[in-house]
């Protein structure tokens, strides 16, 4: 049994070397997922339905579903007192909607919860990397973006193409603020692999009953869902995990309730 916390200070509640059903929290997207398997250190690294990738020391581990739903609760509140905080102060958003630290939210009472005293001081950090400073320069965005378009072009078959896409929609959902031509063609990104979908899935289908390994996911419907819900457009994020829950995609019912609630709260809220 590890510690309360990694150095990292993400809760860490599991057992080394023992095959166990896991509850993973992460931060970039801020949604649990379950995971079923052997952790033999705690460098193991593990892959978010939203593309983020971590080693377990710097995910939030836990045992049950109930702890993680709690503690997800809890990160979420300290996430929107955080930004409210910012807008009221007038004080700039960070471009990722996340932010570097978020301090003494455990002085109000309205932020306490089954955890000890600490909980959620820790670094709130972006899922992606976006390189040097360099790399966000105007000139080397649209030369990425050219980039992408020239391999896209070239692209006739639909599994390479949805390939090809995913890759273009991770790259832009982390410079989308940087740029609005980016932003834009995130978005249009993750509508076409959403209607290429179906077509995806039969291919993989086939090549599976070809003998081929095929591994298929799909990262357009959540990193749109990230997108539209940080702009804070519930029921459009909403209709997305629809599609994606009724495509066959799991977790997403779940989402789409939430983000539902969330509307309906925030349409009360202004009556």
């Known amino acids: 049994m590890l510690g309360d916390y990694s150095e990292e200070g993400f809760v860490q509640d599991y057992t080394l070397g023992k095959q166990q059903e896991l509850f993973i929290y992460c931060r970039a997207c801020r949604s649990t997922f379950p995971v079923r398997f052997r ?41 929107r007192a955080a930004k409210d905080a910012l807008r009221e102060a007038g004080l700039p958003l960070p471009p ?23 909980e959620d001081e820790s670094a709130i950090r972006d899922g992606y990397v976006t390189g040097s400073e360099s790399d966000l320069s105007p000139v080397a ?8 378009e020239e391999r896209l072009a070239a692209c006739e078959d639909v599994f390479a193409r949805h390939e090809l896409l995913s890759e273009l929609i991770e790259w832009a ?18 509508l076409e692999d959403m209607r290429l979908a179906p077509k995806v899935k039969e291919e993989a289908k086939r090549r599976k009953r070809a003998g081929e390994k095929v591994r298929l996911s799909f990262t357009s419907f959540r990193h749109l869902c990230l997108d539209l819900e940080e702009q804070e457009d519930y029921a459009e994020a909403a209709r997305v995990a629809r599609a994606a829950a009724r495509f066959g995609l799991r977790g997403f019912r779940e989402r789409a309730e939430r983000l539902e609630a969330r509307g309906a709260r925030g349409r009360g809220e202004r009556a």
Not at 58 to 71: C, G, I, K, N, T
Not at 72 to 79: F, G, H, M, P
Not at 99 to 118: I, L, T
């Open 96 to 118: 990722s909607g996340k932010y570097a630290r978020v301090e003494d939210v455990h002085r109000d009472p309205e932020f306490v919860s089954f955890y000890s005293g600490e």
């Open 173 to 190: 959902f982390c410079r989308r603020h940087f740029d609005e031509e980016i932003h834009a063609r995130f978005r249009s990104a993750c």
């Open 141 to 148: 965005l649209r030369s990425g973006l050219e980039a992408f």
């Open 39 to 79: 952790p033999r250190r705690r460098s193991a690294r593990l892959r978010c339905f939203c593309g983020h990738e971590a080693p377990l020391s710097e995910l939030d581990v836990f045992r049950s579903q109930r702890e993680a739903e709690a503690h997800a609760e809890l990160y979420e509140r300290v996430y």
